[in-house]
């Protein structure tokens, strides 16, 4: 039976596969990011997720893979990419800063530590931090 969470990666693939990259090694897969165009505002894209298996660390496949991302939706004449992390994971937020994100600051917010806090932004209890980069 699947689960909601391994169906919604059959999703992206199946929907937004021209948004949607994998990384492969061997002919296995080590890495992927998950995106796609707001239907809501076509200049807009929206990183659901980016992933590098633990091993593959550290060898910019994640970069790769989201200036592969970038690169597409550019073309597509997109201004805006937004996604959203955990206030505790460190390491996406180091890596999205220094990729030229910027954290959202607005009256929703409360800075924790170095980053910008939406409170329950996913429900109570749910913190996440509002990244966002804007394209030329």
Do not use: W
């Amino acid at each position: 039976m699947a689960t909601e969470r391994n169906s919604i990666y059959h999703l992206f693939t199946k929907f937004f596969s021209n948004t949607s990259f994998v990384a492969e090694e061997d002919h296995r897969m080590i890495g992927f990011l998950l995106g796609f165009i707001s239907q809501d505002n076509p200049k807009e894209a929206y990183i659901h997720l980016l992933c590098v298996h633990p091993r593959f660390r550290g060898y910019g496949i994640a970069s790769k893979l989201l200036k592969e991302f970038i690169e597409n939706v550019k073309r597509k004449n997109i201004r805006r990419i937004s996604l959203i992390t955990k206030p505790i994971n460190k390491r996406a937020i180091s890596f999205y800063k220094k990729h030229g994100f910027k954290d959202y600051k607005g009256p929703e917010t409360k800075k924790i530590g170095d980053v910008n806090v939406f409170k329950g932004y996913n429900g109570e209890g749910e913190d996440m931090v509002l990244f966002e980069k804007f394209v030329k």
